[in-house]
């Protein structure tokens, strides 16, 4: 070895003729190999092609399964909870899995769910040999959670056995009040679809994201689990106050029972910031079931409407709406609020200025009377308020000026979104500036020929009381996470001023005169400096007769806390139809028990109530009478 | 010791005049065909990397790209290795190195010293992963895996000593020098990875193998590697379990990850369920971006893709092979021819394991699987070729 380390070298050393065939000889080995290994993937692929392509599907539902989050709940201002849920679990039952494999996998995943389960050995067992190819059979609903952990204990610890069960989570939203507030709240559907009020407004912060959990066996077996939790929604605190809402509902409710109408719209509201303590159109519907007619149709009528589908929803539109938001009307005389505060901001008017009301007024073709049709005689601007009178609306919406008149109406906020966070606002209906000729300029300083939102005048009403900042109306306080962070707060911005200290100022106590001495006595709350304004508005065609009352008023009436707005459709009642009583009577009514809940107490002994009434006692107001030339055509 | 000095002795090289005497710079061959074939498996591979790792990525990682964007990193980083070591001519490794009168070792001695260092240092203090010490950790965020070094350094190891005296291998003593050089190095890493092991005693028996003529004692001396490899797996408790898993894949705890690829290697079908489709890759079959990627390359891309892939491999083995005979000498033949063998048989026990054909053991796919270090230190091997094919006279060289 030695000697041939030290020997140079003689010729080059190269891959000889016979190395290259051994090389060749090693690399046919290689493709061999190659060649059966290919060979083997194809021997796999069809000895246990469709097994394992079974096992690759049927694996998958177990590493990976959905968390579903919890919807945020929605509670009234106090914190008392109007909507919450609860989780349930429907087990569903994969035959096709259970049954692969030569029916390895029965034995023990029957004997699991009868443990977990009230449910007998031989109808699984039925159910998996009636259908076999089946992957999808619903064996129970609604069961609770302690028994589907229960189940998943049992898989766990048969993991290779146990195959094709799983769950589907179930959430069902609850309302523990039923049918309070249901307009506001709103509901939800069975495929989780908020309809309507704060569960559809605030639907994408109520819905949280759902989590996941997947897990797989290393090659020790160990179950490697990884779990990525669930986002729960949002809680709403809203500003509705339980007890206020309850309160307002009963007293509707009352009235639909002893007297009873068409409709009954109630909106509470404070006037310092726009929150809504309480909205209630007519009785509500049960968000428990929103699907139950039952309360407005006999049976029969439901099983006709049932079979209808337009019938059907057309039904519960009408009672899921929202009178407060989505519908319109004629104010009335609740209005001259509104024309009166224009007047004195624009100095067409003043305290001093006084109107002579001769119960008729001739304009164009049209004659236009006063409520009360023999006139008021002479009034001063305050008492035109108090007696309602339409003549001397007339006479200052004329000064006023078609441009100026309708220029005050956009500033109240009238014929656009007030921008309520409800969904399906209304923004009414108003007569163009070019439109608002001699006749339309006269009944629209009384109320009429227009349409408005309840919320749109109690948001303008509001306005005019508090000194004169119009706050945008709201029913979201604010909405907190699931880890408690406040993720929003209704910012009480004034969004625009109305009216000045002086108008303010009059309004105040002309509103408490109107209360105190006026068209709305029956509205007065005993301990109470109530202020307010009626409304007795002809509806649609004049010589229909149908009228919608109102009365707009707030308290204390010096310095405002709560403003409450009634409208009532169509009084039932031959002697009242016309008359603002109703609503005046339903008001007082509420706020006497609303009052104490929202700390304003009752002053005890003698009131300074700082008006000059009069004491006299007026007749209920009457909406205009508005006469055309062919007599009985009425005249919007 | 003399008979170290008789080995690694000082070697002129081939072609190459005497001292002084001007050297005529013959044309250069460069095999194009072959970085070609390279850099065409590193992008299928990352390709396929991205399809079948996105979704474990972005699980566990939040990051889709996270194992793609590494896996590019170390490929653009052994690109260059490869460059470099393209460049450093293989004659080198077993030059003198004049440091001292006395003691003149080549960088293969060197590398030899260091590696029994390194293996044995890992066997006694390693990091230990997966139940073996594979891993000096380097910093925080890099390892450093010792066998791969070892794997390369063997190549050179076993060409250089069937190069020094190929006659000499027509007997058992020349192949049982080989086998006493190499037998250090082979134990101390199958103590710790059996498969690189493996692969090392795979290159230890071709190259003699090929440069020999008589070959009656290598039938003797695979029976005796074979009764020793039982041997080695009986001591080794979880290499036993293994064997128990590869018998009865479906009942035995422990073949979850194995069976889960032969679920996706079956259920892909002549043409697979189309590139990003794999179920598998969900989270059902563990790491399957590394050493299980075939199975879901089969199942995006069929038996059909998969045959192609294994074409591949077999026209880049053509390519080494005709480097190999085309070498200007015997020592860049074995190399190549080294190389050779430990893709070939990375490339076969990859897809052995995966359709459970043999035991599970831990082998990435060349190229393809993901793993940093594994690709470095191949593409360095394909330097080596690369650097050997350079050095073909232009008109010796294979027709492309």
Request: a neutral charge; proline letters at 3%; glycine letters at 10%.
């Amino acid at each position: 070895m030695s000697s041939n380390s030290t020997r140079p070298q003689k010729r080059k050393k190269i891959l000889t003729r016979k190395m290259q065939v051994r090389f060749i000889a090693v690399f046919g080995i290689v493709i061999l190999a190659f060649l059966f290994l290919i060979g083997r993937v194809v021997f796999l692929k069809q000895k246990h092609g469709i097994d394992y392509s079974n096992a690759v599907l049927s694996h998958q539902s177990y590493v990976n399964t959905n968390i579903p989050y919890e919807r945020g709940r929605i509670t009234d201002r106090n914190g008392t909870v109007l909507a919450k849920n609860v989780v349930t679990y429907n087990v569903i039952l994969d035959p096709g899995v259970v049954n692969a494999n030569n029916g390895m996998y029965v034995d023990a995943t029957v004997k699991a769910i009868t443990k977990a389960f009230s449910l007998n050995a031989s109808d699984i067992r039925d159910i998996l040999k009636n259908n076999p190819k089946s992957s999808y059979y619903i064996l129970l609903k609604g069961r609770p959670y302690e028994e589907v952990s229960a189940f998943k204990k049992l898989q766990e610890d048969n993991h290779k056995y146990v195959k094709g069960v799983w769950f589907e989570t179930v959430f069902t939203r609850v309302y523990p009040y039923g049918s309070l507030a249901s307009h506001v709240i709103g509901f939800v559907n069975n495929d989780n679809s908020a309809g309507g009020g704060i569960e559809l407004q605030y639907d994408s912060y109520l819905s949280g994201k759902p989590g996941r959990e997947s897990g797989y066996y290393d090659a020790e077996l160990n179950l490697i689990k990884k779990t990525w939790p669930a986002e729960d929604g949002d809680t709403i605190v809203s500003t509705i106050d339980v007890a206020v809402q309850t309160a307002v509902e009963n007293n509707i409710k009352r009235y639909n029972v002893e007297t009873g109408c068409k409709n009954i719209g109630v909106l509470v509201m404070n006037p310092n910031n726009g929150e809504i303590y309480a909205m209630a159109s007519n009785e509500g519907f049960d968000l428990n079931n929103p699907r139950d007619l039952s309360a407005f149709y006999s049976a029969e009528e439901i099983a006709e409407i049932g079979s209808d589908g337009a019938r059907l929803s057309e039904a519960l539109n009408a009672m899921w709406r929202n009178f407060c938001v989505n519908d319109t009307f004629e104010p009335g005389s609740t209005f001259k609020c509104i024309t009166v505060s224009a007047a004195l901001e624009e100095g067409v008017a003043g305290a001093k200025n006084t109107y002579y009301c001769g119960g008729v007024a001739e304009l164009d073709t049209y004659k236009i009377h006063c409520n009360n049709r023999s006139g008021h005689g002479l009034l001063d601007l305050e008492h035109s308020l108090m007696r309602s009178c339409n003549m001397a609306m007339i006479d200052i919406a004329s000064k006023l000026g078609r441009t100026t008149f309708r220029s005050y109406q956009d500033r109240f906020g009238l014929g656009r979104k007030t921008g309520l966070d409800l969904p399906g606002e209304a923004k009414g209906i108003l007569i163009d500036a070019q439109n608002l000729n001699e006749v339309e300029l006269a009944t629209s300083s009384f109320g009429q020929g227009f349409n408005v939102t309840m919320v749109q005048m109690a948001a303008a009403y509001s306005s005019i009381v508090n000194g004169g900042y119009y706050y945008t109306p709201h029913v979201v306080k604010k909405i907190v996470n699931a880890s408690g962070a406040t993720v929003y707060e209704a910012k009480n911005t004034i969004s625009a001023r109305t009216v000045s200290k002086y108008t303010v100022d009059f309004m105040r106590r002309a509103t408490l005169s109107t209360v105190e001495g006026g068209t709305a006595t029956p509205a007065k709350v005993k301990g109470y400096l109530v202020g307010g304004k009626t409304g007795t508005a002809q509806k649609g065609r004049r010589a229909d007769g149908k009228y919608i009352v109102s009365f707009i008023g707030s308290v204390p009436a010096d310095n405002p806390q709560v403003v409450i707005y009634v409208v009532i459709d169509e009084v039932n009642s031959e002697t009242l139809y016309n008359s603002s009583k109703p609503a005046t009577t339903l008001a007082s009514q509420i706020l006497q028990e609303i009052l104490p809940h929202l700390g304003l107490y009752p002053s005890e002994g003698e009131i300074d109530y700082g008006v000059d009434y009069t004491g006299e006692e007026f007749d209920d107001e009457h909406g205009a009478k508005v006469e055309g030339p062919e007599g009985d055509e009425g005249k919007n | 010791m003399a008979r170290e000095n008789a080995i690694f002795r000082p070697l002129r090289r081939a072609g190459e005049g005497r001292e002084g005497e001007k050297r005529v710079k013959p044309k250069r061959y460069f095999d194009y065909m072959l970085l070609f074939m390279i850099l065409f498996l590193i992008s299928f591979g990352l390709v396929m990397i991205y399809s079948i790792s996105a979704y474990n990525a972005t699980k566990y990682y939040d990051d889709a790209t996270l194992f793609v964007r590494n896996q590019a990193i170390y490929a653009v980083l052994g690109f260059v290795l490869m460059l470099i070591v393209a460049k450093f001519d293989y004659h080198w490794y077993v030059a003198k190195l004049k440091i001292h009168k006395k003691f003149q070792p080549s960088l293969l001695l060197i590398g030899y010293i260091i590696c029994i260092a390194l293996q044995f240092y890992v066997w006694r203090w390693g990091d230990g992963t997966n139940g073996s010490n594979r891993w000096i950790p380097l910093g925080k965020s890099f390892k450093l895996q010792p066998s791969e070094i070892t794997k390369l350094l063997m190549v050179l190891l076993v060409a250089y000593l069937a190069y020094i005296a190929p006659k000499k291998l027509d007997h058992f003593s020349g192949f049982f020098r080989i086998l006493f050089y190499s037998a250090p190095l082979v134990f101390l890493v199958a103590a710790e990875n059996f498969t690189t092991a493996l692969i090392m005693v795979g290159v230890v028996f071709a190259v003699p193998f090929i440069t020999s003529r008589k070959k009656g004692y290598f039938f003797f001396s695979l029976a005796l590697a074979f009764v020793a490899g039982i041997g080695l797996i009986q001591m080794e408790g979880y290499r036993r379990a293994r064997i128990d898993i590869w018998l009865d894949i479906e009942n035995t705890p422990g073949g979850y990850q194995i069976l889960q690829g032969l679920y996706a290697l079956a259920s892909g079908g002549w043409f697979g369920k189309g590139l990003g489709n794999s179920i598998q890759k969900l989270g059902y079959i563990p790491e399957v971006h590394t050493d299980m990627i075939f199975t879901c390359i089969i199942e995006e891309l069929g038996i059909v893709g998969g045959f192609f892939l294994v074409a591949i491999y077999g026209v880049l083995l053509v390519r080494l092979f005709k480097v190999a005979v085309h070498a200007p000498d015997l020592l860049g033949s074995l190399i190549v021819v080294g190389v050779f063998v430990q893709i070939a048989m990375q490339a076969v026990l990859n897809i052995a394991v995966v359709t459970n054909t043999i035991p599970s053991t831990g082998v990435p796919l060349p190229f393809i699987s993901y793993g940093g270090s594994s690709l470095v230190f191949l593409m360095i091997e394909m330097g080596f070729v690369l650097n050997v094919s350079n050095q073909i006279d232009y008109d010796a060289a294979p027709q492309q």
